[in-house]
């Protein structure tokens, strides 16, 4: 690996970071009533949703645990038209709900929304891979 490629995978790396971080806050923003929702249910001890954060510890564990490999995956931000049209459906969908306020829905379609985001940005061989 020479110095330039070397530097040139830093900064992918680097772009990478930001990126991940900047769609997570966007995510955030942009569906905060409905993580509110969730974040009111989890922290009521007498119902039965009170272990939500522990699933979601333990999921953002295993996705930590076992990086995604996207070497196999096109490059980044090819935008795919039919998974854009399939992360707009679930947004529609998403924002249906929210204006009908049916939560559960809401709450239904949510994580749905990332893995349409991956599929949109990096095709479906980053939404399998995320799957597995």
């Not at 992918?12 to 970071?17: P, T």
């Not at 699933?55 to 995956?73: C, E, H, N, Q, R």
């Not at 980044?76 to 306020?101: C, D, E, K, Q």
Request: charged content about 10%.
């Amino acid at each position: 690996m020479t110095l330039v490629t070397a530097a040139r995978s830093q900064q992918q790396r680097q772009f990478s970071l930001i990126a991940i971080l900047l769609l997570g806050a966007g995510y955030v923003a942009g569906f905060y009533p409905t993580l509110l929702s969730l974040h009111a249910r989890w922290s009521e001890f007498d119902e039965s949703y009170s272990h939500g954060y522990l699933v979601l510890a333990t999921a953002l564990f295993l996705v930590y645990d076992k990086p995604i490999s996207m070497s196999g995956i096109a490059t980044p931000f090819v935008i795919r038209a039919m998974n854009v049209l399939t992360l707009a459906l679930a947004s529609m969908i998403w924002l249906f709900f929210y204006l009908a306020g049916i939560t559960v829905i809401q709450q239904l379609v949510l994580p749905f929304l990332p893995w349409c985001f991956a599929g949109a940005v990096w095709g479906r061989e980053a939404q399998r891979a995320a799957l597995v």
